[in-house]
């Protein structure tokens, strides 16, 4: 069984999202992320891929968990039962999950470790919350950055049991 991750960018009250998409867009975050999930495998729900660009992530393989076995995205590995994407992944080494609340809280039993970006603000409108996590401890803790755009304080945060 690999290594399994969540990673996500929270509020101070552990909001995710905002109908159907994130908070904010920290480009150093997005580059943080990018550089944590190069090369591995993600694992994400489907309204996370229908959210992305170019409905999976380059350099990575993708593994959408969903309910709807008529689902397709080329390129992109379809499970629709957490069982199921366990068994997919189980020979690889790390996975990270990557969304949404759904995903995160099915997962989240599973998980090894949590790697979170902290945005230091309470977005009022978010309606899409990380599930608690309050029987993990913080192993590391980054100095708090700026984002020069938005001007939003935040650090990086890694949680484990």
């Known amino acids: 069984m690999p290594i399994i991750n969540l990673i996500a960018a929270i509020d101070?009250?552990?909001?995710?999202?905002?109908?159907?998409?994130?908070?904010?867009?920290?480009?150093?975050?997005?580059?943080?992320?990018?550089?944590?999930?190069?090369?591995k495998t993600v694992i994400m729900g489907r309204r996370t891929?229908?959210?992305?660009?170019?409905?999976?992530?380059p350099g990575r393989r993708n593994v959408v968990l969903t309910r709807d076995s008529s689902f397709s995205v080329e390129g992109v590995d379809?499970?629709?039962?957490?069982?199921?994407?366990?068994?997919?992944?189980e020979a690889e080494s790390e996975v990270f999950v990557i969304g949404g609340a759904q995903v995160y809280e099915a997962?989240?039993?599973?998980a090894s470790r949590l790697?979170?970006?902290?945005?230091?603000?309470?977005?009022?409108?978010?309606?899409?919350?990380?599930?608690p996590f309050s029987q993990w401890h913080s192993?590391?803790?980054?100095e708090v950055f700026t984002d020069p755009k938005s001007g939003l304080h935040f650090w990086y945060e890694t949680f484990e049991k």
């Open 12 to 39: 101070r009250n552990r909001a995710i999202g905002y109908h159907g998409d994130q908070l904010v867009y920290i480009s150093q975050d997005l580059q943080h992320f990018k550089a944590l999930t190069l090369g």
């Open 49 to 57: 891929n229908e959210a992305l660009p170019k409905r999976k992530l």
């Open 78 to 89: 379809v499970a629709t039962s957490l069982a199921e994407a366990l068994q997919m992944v």
């Open 107 to 110: 997962f989240l039993p599973h």
């Open 115 to 131: 790697f979170l970006t902290v945005i230091d603000c309470a977005f009022p409108h978010a309606d899409t919350f990380f599930p």
């Open 139 to 142: 192993v590391a803790k980054s």
